[in-house]
């Protein structure tokens, strides 16, 4: 939550551009009724630009690199690396989002990149279609079981489907209805 807040706290200031061309924007976010102090930078690069927070909580930490990333220049995609916490600055979590404005689609994948971590590869994976039944989807897979579970809804139907093998048995679709019910998939 705090580095999204900040993130988009960034563009209510203004930003100071650099001596090496880059563009910083510092301020004050207060998150949970604390304090911190927010630097962001913005570097222009082939096709994009990249980008890098900086926190700092008085008495705690100093300029901590909470993330780094990546967006091009129509800001239809990018990417995000998340470090997990001052303590603790090891990347944890590789985030890829998409968007098409004109068709109104998005996705975004949330990967576990924990060095040495068991889950190291795990994601979730959500994304609005254009499908006209289900325009909605997760994918969640876990590396540790090696195991997928696929979901897909209408948002506005609020009916739909999932597939867990694992967990059901079989490869097969299991379908909720508009009340939020079991109900057999249709065919």
Known sequence: AIPAAAFAESFNHQPV????GSWLWTYT??????????????????NGIEWRMLFTKVGFYTDFEWFTGFSNVPATEGTWTLNQDPQEPNPFLFIEWSRNVEEKTAEVKYTNIVPGAPANGSYIHYGKTNDV????????????ENR???VGWNYEGHFGRVKDPMHFGDENWYCWDENLYDTLCPE
């Open 17 to 20: 551009q650099q001596p090496d």
């Open 133 to 144: 039944t289900h325009n909605r989807f997760f994918n969640i897979f876990g590396i540790e």
């Open 29 to 46: 976010v207060t998150i949970s009724g604390i304090d911190h102090t927010a630097k962001l930078y913005g570097t222009s690069v082939t």
């Open 148 to 150: 997928l579970i696929n």
